[in-house]
């Protein structure tokens, strides 16, 4: 990923929790495979990222439709529609700088018409 500062800041890019990963060295991270027992990883859906044609759709299986949020409104989270975007595009967080650890976006989906 690359992109100036008025896209992404660095120290927040190399240190939020980067969600849908298992293992990452030196930095959090968060999967749904974890803490289950040693079957765990094996039973845990994937995450379906699709890019067809110009449309990109995130986590397809996700419950939450997030273009049907409301763009400036908090959610129980502390999350806007944006803060979620973001972090369900990237997997973490690259210019928030809110609380990152206990978040939940595995039930967020999202389809961007390029």
Excluded at 24 to 48: E, H, I, V
Aim: net charge negative; charged share 30%.
């Amino acid at each position: 990923m690359c992109g100036g500062s008025d896209v992404i800041r660095k120290g927040i890019a190399e240190s939020s929790t980067m969600y849908w990963a298992y293992r990452r060295k030196n930095r959090p991270q968060q999967d749904l495979s974890q803490g289950w027992g040693s079957n765990s990883q094996w039973r845990t859906a994937f995450r379906r990222d699709y890019r067809v044609g110009q449309t990109s759709y995130y986590n397809v299986d996700g419950k939450r439709d997030l273009s049907a949020l409301e763009s400036t409104v908090e959610d129980d989270e502390g999350l806007t529609r944006e803060e979620r975007v973001e972090l369900l595009t990237n997997r973490c967080f690259i210019f928030t700088a809110k609380p990152h650890d206990d978040l939940w976006p595995y039930d967020d989906k999202l389809q961007i018409d390029g």
